[in-house]
């Protein structure tokens, strides 16, 4: 299995190229079952979860093509997808597919609305917490479809076509915004989503949405409006860049130190990460390319952190956060809010070298001086990429293993660092 190497010290110094956004790219490749025309999607970012996507999708009837390379590409430039659910062939998602990918589920939302059937299996528990489905089935169920759970799966009718329905849901969830908002999208009449998320990949797909034919309203803020249309039909979009390899990115410059360009990155898409980043001790400035990242010379200080739904402070860099932290002078607390397992980096982490401790969902970080190298274990995505950060400014070697966690979610990450000075290197067995 391959493992990543860093030897730590080296500063950071040049321009990172910002991929597509991996959550904004899944729901984006699953709007594509909504119409029988073919949806081109630029900047999608060459992941794991993506190609595992494909499977999920190619599955229910979707063609993909991906185009090849042109004249003066960059190598890390993202890819050009085209995907055509002319017929869907089977509205079943099995699980040996969905419990690779929890956000496979979501291919519940377009298969109900354009077919007003879906057989999809529970997505089943995951390393950061139980992540249930019941907003997703509550939601669905208020648009008029018959949910049964049996035998791991459920089992969605809506005979006759879902209805447009106002919705409030308990709490802010992403997927469950997704998934409601692509159904509405062919549903009788018009659907109101309360609470729903205002993550800027919310926006993007809607916008794609909106490209598509649908009719979408106040997307961006809390209460969405989406009146149904009878179809759907082809269109091309660009895939916004992901804010939290942006911030990862703005982190690891904070850590290592250096003097890093984030090339394309959308500032306003991480307004609360930066003004914590300031108030670390990092100099951040907006330009016409992006954001560039560099560290003052006084070092890290130790700020707070409590994560919440955008626009708060994002739940996807807490663990980078906290790998800054580690460095920080003084003590720092960060407070998940989101999942209630999201703190597994921290054994890692004190691994390292670390002064960490938890009570409950809050943990408190005692800076210290300098990290030292060790063999480390990733153990979901984010977590894993915090483990790299921290290798990045400790002393001497650290080794991740179980980097297919990375490979999830981060494109091109050893080559994005290493370009930068970095360390850093893949060994495979
Ligand atoms: C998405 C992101 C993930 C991010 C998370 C929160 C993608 C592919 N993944 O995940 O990277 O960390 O948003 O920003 O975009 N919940 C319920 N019942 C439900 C649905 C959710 O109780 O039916 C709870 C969850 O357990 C969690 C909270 O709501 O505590 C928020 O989860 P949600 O926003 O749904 O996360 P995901 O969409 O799975």
């Known amino acids: 299995m391959d493992r990543i ?17 991996k959550n904004a790219a899944l729901p984006l490749m699953i709007a594509s079952l909504l119409t029988d025309e073919t949806l081109t999607l630029e900047n999608v970012p060459r992941l794991a979860d993506v190609r595992q996507l494909f499977h999920i999708l190619e599955n ?8 090849g390379k042109r004249n003066g590409m960059d190598d890390l430039a993202g890819q050009t997808v085209s995907l055509t659910a002319r017929a869907i062939v089977d509205t079943r998602a099995p699980y040996d597919l969905v419990s690779k990918m929890r956000a496979s589920f979501w291919v519940i939302g377009p298969l109900l609305a354009r077919m007003h059937e879906a057989d999809v299996s529970l997505p089943g528990g995951c390393a950061i917490g139980t992540r249930p489905v019941d907003f997703f089935l509550e939601g669905l169920r208020a648009l008029g479809a018959d949910i049964e759970i049996e035998r791991g799966y459920c089992l969605a009718r809506a005979k006759g076509g879902l209805v447009g329905n106002r919705i409030s849901f308990p709490r802010v969830s992403v997927g469950a915004t997704h998934v409601m908002m692509m159904a509405a999208t062919l549903a009788k009449g018009e659907t109101v989503i309360e609470n729903a998320a205002r993550e800027p990949e919310i926006v ?9 034919g649908a009719k979408i309203e106040g997307h961006g803020s809390s209460t969405i409006y989406i009146q149904g249309v009878p179809r759907l039909h082809g269109a091309r979009h660009r895939v916004a860049p992901d804010r939290i390899e942006a911030g990862t990115y703005a982190m690891a410059t904070a850590m290592a130190g250096g003097d890093v360009t984030l090339d394309g990155a959308t500032p306003q898409h991480l307004e609360h990460p930066i003004e914590l980043l300031r108030q670390a001790g990092a100099e951040i400035d907006i330009t016409n390319r992006g954001i560039r990242v560099r560290r003052n010379g006084h070092g890290i200080h130790a700020v707070d952190a409590d994560t919440a739904p955008y626009p708060g402070f994002p739940t996807d860099l807490q663990a980078q956060f906290m790998a800054l932290m580690t460095a920080g002078k003084g003590t720092s607390h960060i407070t998940e809010t989101i999942f209630e397992n999201r703190f597994m980096h921290v054994q890692e982490l004190a691994r390292l070298g670390a002064k960490i401790t938890l009570d409950g969902q ?9 990290l030292q190298g060790a063999e480390v274990m990733a153990t979901d995505l984010r977590a894993s990429v915090s483990l790299v950060i921290a290798g990045l400014a400790a002393e001497g070697d650290t080794e991740v293993s179980r980097i297919y966690h990375l490979d999830r979610g981060f494109e091109h990450l050893e080559q ?14």
């Open 416 to 429: 994005k660092l290493s370009r930068c000075g970095a360390q850093i290197e893949r060994i495979s067995d």
């Open 204 to 212: 993007d797909v809607a916008e794609c949405l909106i490209a598509m």
């Open 60 to 67: 229910h009837g979707v063609d993909h093509a991906v185009q």
């Open 5 to 21: 190497k860093i030897t730590g010290g080296a500063k950071l110094e040049g321009v990172i190229p910002i991929s597509g956004a």
């Open 362 to 370: 809050k943990a408190t970080v005692e800076g210290v001086e300098r």
